[in-house]
């Protein structure tokens, strides 16, 4: 065997499985709140529960509100940034931060929008019939 | 009616299509001319029919008609002329139509101007990807199964199980959804289309290898494909950079680049077509890399598909700011994706045997070496963003139900690639017009190398940087800037249609440089108390009420009304109001932000965020605000910022909030004792306070109405102006105080005065002042307490943006001076 193909293929098996190692690492699997304890860059997914007060408070210049996890456990989230466009629209909600004391604080919040080409969905479209009939 | 003419006339051109297809086939193998003629007719007349369905479906976007689901979906009776037909590719199903439609147009021209003997195949393999594209819009059914999703579809049929449909299958909405807002912007008119003619394109390169695999004449087919190619990498960054612009200036994105999945989709398939690129040129020069032409002609294409079915299939929905919701399309773009990679690939294995293969190793220092190691730089970057965009499959091989990598694997692996990619350009197009050793290529680097290092050590000093990576990152940049100039310099004595190449790769350098400078130097613009609070934060002296350490910074600019503050000793900020006025969207405000020079010398200037309520999800109890930031575009850096928060926002906020309770009823007890009343005496020509109010006293006027009552003595009118305090639109108010004489008696007469849009606020002009000429109003329903008006920023500093935009420009530039290259060069050989 050729010598520089001896070193091209351990450069490609070095470079790849450098590559896959670092992927690996660099995502990490969802969880529910109460996984997310002591976790750093947790990833939750759930839904905004808007039966509880949420907003953004001038004083600590903060977003919070309350989220449900996919397993139905409850926590206030708190986001340093301002209310994101879509909030309310969203029907599923990522926050990735940490746990603290029952508090989420989010650094990061992703949106799944129903579409952010906006589809209907059909309960939408009802509650916009009784205005023709 | 024209939804059954429009599924028409889609499933003809399906047709037409698949019948041409076949006739391609046969001409491509037996070379009978006749029926390339008849297969030209058949393409000609699928473009024909399709031109005419989408002449249906704008039809019927212009005209509102709502029963069909794509017109309700997307657009609404409202919409501008611009974005209604900005929704002719708002959705899947209208852009599937025009990728189609401007493939169609490739081929045209490819059918003028392609020869023989790819000429067959060619356009086999072109008019494939069109059936399988018309497959997604084509709506028919077969059983159960529904082949694609057609944009003529009606409300009934998109949606079978909806209640009221099934008990009026007739209905039609009065107005349709309407265009997100976010989706309402001229951006949307240019970024998708340009985008589409890219993935057109791009779809010519495949077309080629796939003829040349075919007919086993694996040389000339670069010489055809590569105009195409450039072309295709032009539209695709022309349309990246559209995006990124959109993303940056009005969509809070906060940056251009987000490594978000639907970026990516676009900017992989340009990676793999500008490797093509490299080696397809190289192919030409010294008859090598035919292997790798075609496996990246193949793939450019391929990965246009993969991330067509990333970003379509809904399989991305949890990691992506945009993506589409599945359509029922899965599996289709699933077969998609496989016939075009296996039958690529496959061909491509089948005739791995013969294809041509280099007898002797390129040596390390030539331009055959070095054009090829830089097509395997891009491939690489490549194929980390493909891994990255992939994580919800392959990251499944390490934990179960995948995140998206942190934006930080992206680059981590793609800027260390860059920067060995642009040492490798200047070696590249040094050995490129050259032969050269390793003896005069240092002798001939010597003073690029030199001022490499000057201008290196320049910026370190004068950018403070202090870090090894950044410094290598800058001298890699700064060499490729400098060494491909030199080359650049050298060609436009000779021949200046030569400079393609070198102006590129000046423009990649420049790029390189522009995004360390506007990554790395980003900087929040805080005022001093909140700059200590985050400093604070960070020795971790901060805690909250139950004594736990706060980590979370804040990162906002808060401004009083014409409170100026001073920033990093640079800026003097002032917020100086908003206005209500001449908006195209109802309901925004947009505000004043002015930037003036903290030591009072310089030029000042003004930027004008605004935020606007989202029609298409607002509701009236409930406004959903959105903004869109301003960017204040400078050579050196860029001030961005838009509008968190403001009191004006606030206080709708809170009228919606209150209205809702009202008119749910359980507010009819709070509403009594919870109207403020306050009486002001206020001097003719002076303006008070009150509330959020500013209220000014003109000066009285005559009152001559037929309300007064007969027996008036004195009647007067109070000329009001009322301004909501710190905007510019003020509404007259002009209460009335009489005195009218009954059974011998003086009695008042003055009614209070509603306020326009405050229902439950009103003036009362109660008396009038002898001992200044003043008056006595009595005022319900504003706040008692003077209301601070405020505005909360989220403003950035963004160095060198403009860097960014100039190295985009430039390797544009360069690559549209090749396709003339190439073009002209092509058109001189067929003539």
Same mark, same amino acid.
């Given at each position: 065997?050729?010598?520089?193909?001896?070193?091209?293929?351990?450069?490609?098996?070095?470079?790849?499985?450098?590559?896959?190692?670092?992927?690996?690492?660099?995502?990490?699997?969802?969880?529910?709140?109460?996984?997310?304890?002591?976790?750093?860059?947790?990833?939750?997914?759930?839904?905004?529960?808007?039966?509880?007060?949420?907003?953004?408070?001038?004083?600590?210049?903060?977003?919070?509100?309350?989220?449900?996890?996919?397993?139905?456990?409850?926590?206030?989230?708190?986001?340093?940034?301002?209310?994101?466009?879509?909030?309310?629209?969203?029907?599923?909600?990522?926050?990735?931060?940490?746990?603290?004391?029952?508090?989420?604080?989010?650094?990061?919040?992703?949106?799944?929008?129903?579409?952010?080409?906006?589809?209907?969905?059909?309960?939408?479209?009802?509650?916009?019939?009784?205005?023709?009939? | 009616?024209?939804?059954?003419?429009?599924?028409?006339?889609?499933?003809?051109?399906?047709?037409?299509?698949?019948?041409?297809?076949?006739?391609?086939?046969?001409?491509?193998?037996?070379?009978?001319?006749?029926?390339?003629?008849?297969?030209?007719?058949?393409?000609?007349?699928?473009?024909?029919?399709?031109?005419?369905?989408?002449?249906?479906?704008?039809?019927?976007?212009?005209?509102?008609?709502?029963?069909?689901?794509?017109?309700?979906?997307?657009?609404?009776?409202?919409?501008?002329?611009?974005?209604?037909?900005?929704?002719?590719?708002?959705?899947?199903?209208?852009?599937?139509?025009?990728?189609?439609?401007?493939?169609?147009?490739?081929?045209?021209?490819?059918?003028?101007?392609?020869?023989?003997?790819?000429?067959?195949?060619?356009?086999?393999?072109?008019?494939?990807?069109?059936?399988?594209?018309?497959?997604?819009?084509?709506?028919?059914?077969?059983?159960?199964?529904?082949?694609?999703?057609?944009?003529?579809?009606?409300?009934?049929?998109?949606?079978?199980?909806? /209640?009221?449909?099934?008990?009026?299958?007739?209905?039609? /909405?009065?107005?349709?959804?309407?265009?997100?807002?976010?989706?309402?912007? /001229?951006?949307?008119?240019?970024? /998708?289309?340009?985008?589409?003619?890219?993935?057109?394109?791009?779809?010519?390169?495949?077309?080629?290898?796939?003829?040349?695999?075919?007919?086993?004449?694996?040389?000339?087919?670069?010489?055809?494909?590569?105009?195409?190619?450039?072309?295709?990498?032009?539209?695709?960054?022309?349309?990246?950079?559209?995006?990124?612009?959109?993303?940056?200036?009005?969509?809070?994105?906060?940056?251009?680049?987000?490594?978000?999945?639907?970026?990516?989709?676009?900017?992989?398939?340009?990676?793999?077509?500008?490797?093509?690129?490299?080696?397809?040129?190289?192919?030409?020069?010294?008859?090598?890399?035919?292997?790798?032409?075609?496996?990246?002609?193949?793939?450019?294409?391929?990965?246009?598909?993969?991330?067509?079915?990333?970003?379509?299939?809904?399989?991305?929905?949890?990691?992506?700011?945009?993506?589409?919701?599945?359509?029922?399309?899965?599996?289709?773009?699933?077969?998609?994706?496989?016939?075009?990679?296996?039958?690529?690939?496959?061909?491509?294995?089948?005739?791995?045997?013969?294809?041509?293969?280099?007898?002797?190793?390129?040596?390390?220092?030539?331009?055959?070496?070095?054009?090829?190691?830089?097509?395997?730089?891009?491939?690489?970057?490549?194929?980390?963003?493909?891994?990255?965009?992939?994580?919800?499959?392959?990251?499944?091989?390490?934990?179960?139900?995948?995140?998206?990598?942190?934006?930080?694997?992206?680059?981590?692996?793609?800027?260390?690639?860059?920067?060995?990619?642009?040492?490798?350009?200047?070696?590249?197009?040094?050995?490129?017009?050259?032969?050269?050793?390793?003896?005069?290529?240092?002798?001939?680097?010597?003073?690029?190398?030199?001022?490499?290092?000057?201008?290196?050590?320049?910026?370190?000093?004068?950018?403070?940087?202090?870090?090894?990576?950044?410094?290598?990152?800058?001298?890699?940049?700064?060499?490729?800037?400098?060494?491909?100039?030199?080359?650049?310099?050298?060609?436009?004595?000779?021949?200046?249609?030569?400079?393609?190449?070198?102006?590129?790769?000046?423009?990649?350098?420049?790029?390189?440089?522009?995004?360390?400078?506007?990554?790395?130097?980003?900087?929040?613009?805080?005022?001093?108390?909140?700059?200590?609070?985050?400093?604070?934060?960070?020795?971790?002296?901060?805690?909250?009420?139950?004594?736990?350490?706060?980590?979370?910074?804040?990162?906002?600019?808060?401004?009083?009304?014409?409170?100026?503050?001073?920033?990093?000793?640079?800026?003097?900020?002032?917020?100086?109001?908003?206005?209500?006025?001449?908006?195209?969207?109802?309901?925004?405000?947009?505000?004043?932000?002015?930037?003036?020079?903290?030591?009072?010398?310089?030029?000042?200037?003004?930027?004008?965020?605004?935020?606007?309520?989202?029609?298409?999800?607002?509701?009236?109890?409930?406004?959903?605000?959105?903004?869109?930031?301003?960017?204040?575009?400078?050579?050196?850096?860029?001030?961005?910022?838009?509008?968190?928060?403001?009191?004006?926002?606030?206080?709708?906020?809170?009228?919606?909030?209150?209205?809702?309770?009202?008119?749910?009823?359980?507010?009819?007890?709070?509403?009594?004792?919870?109207?403020?009343?306050?009486?002001?005496?206020?001097?003719?020509?002076?303006?008070?306070?009150?509330?959020?109010?500013?209220?000014?006293?003109?000066?009285?006027?005559?009152?001559?109405?037929?309300?007064?009552?007969?027996?008036?003595?004195?009647?007067?009118?109070?000329?009001?102006?009322?301004?909501?305090?710190?905007?510019?639109?003020?509404?007259?108010?002009?209460?009335?105080?009489?005195?009218?004489?009954?059974?011998?008696?003086?009695?008042?007469?003055?009614?209070?005065?509603?306020?326009?849009?405050?229902?439950?606020?009103?003036?009362?002009?109660?008396?009038?002042?002898?001992?200044?000429?003043?008056?006595?109003?009595?005022?319900?329903?504003?706040?008692?307490?003077?209301?601070?008006?405020?505005?909360?920023?989220?403003?950035?500093?963004?160095?060198?943006?403009?860097?960014?935009?100039?190295?985009?420009?430039?390797?544009?530039?360069?690559?549209?001076?090749?396709?003339?290259?190439?073009?002209?060069?092509?058109?001189?050989?067929?003539?």
């Amino acid at each position: 065997m050729k010598p520089k193909l001896i070193i091209g293929i351990i450069a490609i098996v070095g470079f790849t499985s450098l590559l896959m190692y670092n992927f690996g690492n660099s995502i990490s699997t969802y969880v529910n709140f109460e996984q997310a304890a002591g976790m750093e860059g947790a990833h939750v997914v759930g839904q905004w529960d808007d039966s509880e007060e949420y907003g953004f408070s001038m004083e600590t210049k903060q977003f919070s509100f309350y989220m449900e996890d996919e397993d139905g456990n409850v926590r206030r989230v708190v986001y340093p940034k301002p209310k994101p466009n879509n909030f309310e629209e969203a029907d599923q909600l990522v926050v990735i931060g940490e746990m603290q004391n029952g508090v989420f604080y989010a650094n990061d919040m992703l949106m799944k929008c129903p579409s952010k080409y906006n589809n209907a969905d059909e309960a939408e479209f009802q509650k916009a019939m009784p205005s023709k009939s | 009616m024209i939804g059954f003419l429009g599924d028409l006339f889609i499933n003809a051109a399906f047709v037409s299509a698949i019948l041409a297809a076949i006739g391609y086939f046969i001409y491509a193998q037996n070379d009978t001319n006749k029926h390339f003629k008849i297969s030209n007719w058949l393409f000609g007349l699928q473009g024909v029919f399709l031109l005419i369905a989408s002449g249906l479906l704008l039809y019927v976007i212009l005209t509102n008609q709502f029963n069909f689901y794509y017109v309700y979906n997307y657009t609404s009776s409202d919409l501008q002329l611009k974005y209604l037909i900005s929704a002719f590719w708002g959705g899947q199903e209208g852009s599937f139509m025009l990728w189609i439609l401007f493939s169609i147009i490739i081929g045209l021209g490819l059918m003028k101007w392609t020869r023989e003997p790819y000429r067959g195949p060619v356009l086999f393999f072109l008019t494939l990807t069109q059936i399988f594209l018309l497959s997604m819009v084509s709506g028919i059914s077969i059983g159960d199964f529904q082949l694609g999703a057609s944009p003529f579809r009606s409300l009934a049929e998109a949606m079978p199980n909806a /209640p009221f449909l099934q008990s009026n299958p007739d209905f039609v /909405p009065q107005d349709g959804k309407g265009l997100n807002d976010l989706l309402k912007s /001229p951006w949307m008119m240019i970024h /998708p289309p340009i985008l589409f003619v890219g993935f057109a394109m791009m779809t010519v390169p495949y077309c080629f290898a796939m003829a040349a695999l075919w007919k086993r004449k694996y040389n000339e087919w670069v010489d055809h494909a590569l105009p195409w190619t450039l072309g295709a990498n032009v539209a695709l960054l022309t349309a990246i950079f559209l995006g990124g612009y959109w993303a940056y200036v009005t969509l809070s994105f906060g940056g251009y680049w987000a490594w978000d999945p639907v970026e990516n989709a676009s900017f992989v398939p340009w990676l793999l077509g500008t490797a093509g690129i490299h080696t397809m040129i190289i192919q030409r020069k010294s008859s090598t890399s035919q292997k790798a032409s075609i496996i990246f002609a193949i793939l450019a294409y391929v990965a246009i598909v993969y991330e067509t079915f990333l970003t379509r299939s809904g399989i991305l929905a949890d990691s992506s700011v945009h993506s589409f919701v599945d359509l029922g399309l899965y599996s289709q773009l699933v077969v998609f994706m496989g016939a075009v990679t296996i039958i690529g690939l496959g061909l491509f294995f089948y005739r791995y045997k013969e294809l041509p293969s280099q007898e002797n190793e390129s040596k390390f220092l030539s331009r055959e070496f070095m054009t090829f190691a830089g097509a395997m730089m891009l491939f690489l970057i490549g194929l980390v963003i493909i891994l990255g965009t992939s994580s919800p499959i392959i990251g499944r091989l390490f934990v179960e139900n995948p995140t998206p990598p942190e934006v930080s694997f992206y680059n981590e692996w793609t800027m260390p690639l860059a920067i060995i990619a642009a040492i490798m350009t200047v070696l590249g197009q040094f050995l490129f017009w050259k032969r050269q050793d390793a003896e005069s290529l240092a002798a001939d680097l010597l003073w690029p190398v030199a001022i490499t290092c000057v201008a290196t050590l320049a910026t370190i000093i004068i950018g403070d940087v202090r870090d090894i990576y950044y410094m290598v990152f800058l001298l890699a940049a700064w060499f490729a800037v400098i060494g491909n100039s030199v080359i650049m310099y050298r060609l436009v004595r000779k021949k200046p249609l030569l400079i393609g190449g070198a102006l590129s790769h000046v423009g990649f350098g420049v790029l390189l440089l522009g995004i360390l400078a506007s990554s790395a130097y980003n900087e929040m613009l805080l005022d001093e108390s909140v700059k200590k609070y985050n400093a604070a934060i960070e020795r971790g002296e901060v805690t909250d009420e139950q004594g736990f350490q706060k980590t979370q910074k804040v990162d906002f600019l808060e401004l009083k009304l014409n409170q100026p503050k001073i920033i990093d000793d640079r800026y003097k900020v002032t917020y100086e109001g908003y206005t209500l006025k001449d908006q195209e969207r109802p309901g925004q405000q947009e505000y004043r932000i002015k930037f003036e020079p903290a030591d009072g010398e310089g030029k000042q200037f003004v930027l004008n965020p605004q935020v606007y309520p989202m029609l298409s999800s607002s509701s009236q109890s409930d406004i959903q605000w959105s903004v869109d930031p301003d960017v204040r575009t400078g050579l050196m850096s860029d001030i961005y910022l838009y509008v968190a928060g403001s009191s004006f926002v606030e206080r709708r906020n809170d009228e919606a909030k209150e209205a809702a309770a009202k008119r749910r009823g359980n507010a009819s007890t709070a509403e009594d004792d919870s109207v403020q009343v306050q009486e002001v005496n206020i001097g003719r020509g002076e303006t008070i306070k009150v509330g959020a109010f500013d209220l000014t006293f003109n000066d009285y006027e005559e009152a001559d109405d037929q309300q007064l009552q007969d027996s008036t003595i004195v009647a007067v009118r109070a000329n009001l102006e009322l301004t909501q305090r710190g905007s510019d639109s003020s509404v007259p108010i002009r209460p009335l105080f009489s005195i009218y004489v009954k059974d011998g008696e003086n009695w008042t007469y003055a009614p209070p005065i509603s306020i326009p849009g405050y229902d439950e606020a009103s003036i009362q002009f109660t008396s009038v002042d002898p001992s200044n000429g003043g008056i006595d109003l009595k005022i319900r329903g504003i706040d008692t307490q003077v209301e601070d008006q405020w505005v909360l920023l989220v403003a950035e500093e963004k160095p060198f943006i403009s860097i960014v935009w100039l190295g985009t420009f430039l390797l544009m530039a360069g690559f549209s001076i090749s396709i003339f290259r190439h073009w002209d060069r092509e058109r001189k050989k067929s003539t």
